[in-house]
């Protein structure tokens, strides 16, 4: 029997032209985004899973990706920056000066496939 690989649901891989493709255009809108004064920020691929609970998150518990660390918490693969971002910037940045302007600078983990059209 022949075993086929191939990629989970609601991911494939992007490749040759495509890829470039791909990259160049992120490229142009990253650069847009510096021009207007962002900084770029990364957060974790994987949060606790509090970070994403349903009070602070915009996905169902049941639709997260969900592990457990050595010491039996439950951590996620991150969905959306939103609630990553938020963690950050309460941890990082003082609600008492200026604006701070940020753009995300990896890409989420959802079960919903993503479309580069």
């Known amino acids: 029997m022949q075993r086929i690989f191939h990629t989970p649901e609601g991911v494939r891989d992007i490749y040759n032209g495509e890829c470039s493709q791909k990259r160049k255009v992120q490229e142009k809108i990253h650069r847009v985004f510096h021009q207007y004064g962002y900084e ?8 606790y899973f509090e970070v994403f609970s349903r009070e602070v998150g915009t996905i169902p518990s049941k639709e997260l990706y969900k592990f457990f660390d050595r010491e039996g918490n439950t951590l996620v693969l991150r969905p959306d920056f939103t609630p990553s971002v938020s963690r950050a910037c309460a941890t990082y940045f003082s609600p008492d000066k200026e604006p701070v302007l940020i753009t995300p ?3 989420d983990i959802s079960k ?4 580069w059209e």
Do not use: N
């Not at 770029?40 to 949060?47: A, G, M, Q, R, S």
């Not at 919903?112 to 479309?115: I, N």
């Open 105 to 107: 600078a990896t890409e």
């Open 40 to 47: 770029d920020i990364e957060t974790p691929t994987f949060e």
């Open 112 to 115: 919903k496939p993503h479309r």
